[in-house]
């Protein structure tokens, strides 16, 4: 392969990497902005918001994240729940963003509304368990939750 070759080829990547850098950017601005301006109570605050995810917190509580994956050209994005001040985390849930700014190959990351409803249905469990232990009168610690998001 040519130097020319070589040059084209890696220019056509770091189009492909701006393009997905671009998407990710705007699926968390889309996500944000649905989940602030929502008249739906759900008791979630934006934590953080970084290049390397996205991050909600439940009741002050429990740390929802949206990460991409750890991957060069990476396409999917990984929902995990964690509590303040423990490293430990339990995946959630799984989606994929296509290079055409689709998530899960159905929503388009303009529609903030199917944004909001896709990260809600990625995240029910959390409240269904939640709402369980409310209801029971127990607690509800990470290693529960996780029992209870692996039994869903």
Partial sequence: MTLSELSEKA???AG???VLRSHWNHYGNSLIQAITLSKASLHLT???NTD????FW???HFLIRVTPEQAFNGHIFNYTVEVRDNPECVLIGRAR???DGMLDEAINIDQREAVLDHFL????GVYAALYQ???RGESLTLAVLAQHHAAV
């Fill in 97 to 99: 963003l296509s290079d």
């Fill in 11 to 13: 220019n056509i990547i």
């Fill in 58 to 60: 439940l009741f002050d």
């Fill in 121 to 124: 249905n990625k995240i029910s």
């Fill in 46 to 48: 934006v934590g953080c």
């Fill in 133 to 135: 232990a409310t209801q």
């Fill in 52 to 55: 390397n995810g996205l991050g």
């Fill in 16 to 18: 492909q990497q701006r």
